[in-house]
């Protein structure tokens, strides 16, 4: 059995440059967590889609994928996450009833991101 799939959701720009971080940080993750599949998607502007990176994981699992993981890699709950999120997520499920999804909150809501980007920017201003 493949450990639960991971999705880091980020907002997309017209810019290719702007996913180098959310890049970055999933290549360190799947460095760290070999058997974990990880993969990132986007809201708009870039892709592939929220939608599209689901159904890329589940069509490739060499074995049913019965949850995943996704984390919104935003800094916090705004409209897209109360509003358009909960309509996107209700499709995915329609078209891979088989799979569970699972929002995790956000990740600049985690106390210990917002500790790390305290701690960095502390370091600047030194």
């Given amino acids: 059995m493949i450990p639960r799939p991971l999705i880091l959701f980020a907002h997309g720009a017209r810019d290719p440059e702007w996913a180098r971080p959310v890049q970055a940080v999933a290549a360190k ?5 070999p058997d974990q599949p990880v993969l990132v998607a986007f809201l708009e502007f870039m892709s592939p889609t929220l939608p599209e990176a689901v159904s890329e994981l589940i069509a490739g699992a060499p074995e049913p994928v019965p949850a ?6 935003f800094i916090a709950q705004g409209g897209h996450l109360r509003q358009e999120v909960p309509l996107m997520l209700e499709e995915i499920q329609r078209r891979h009833p088989g799979t569970s999804l699972r929002l995790l909150p956000p990740l600049g809501e985690l106390p210990s991101v917002q500790a790390a980007m305290a701690q960095a920017i502390t370091s600047l201003l030194k």
Wanted: net charge negative; hydrophobic share 55%.
């Fill in 29 to 33: 993750l799947r460095v760290e967590n």
């Fill in 68 to 73: 995943l993981d996704i984390l919104p890699f």
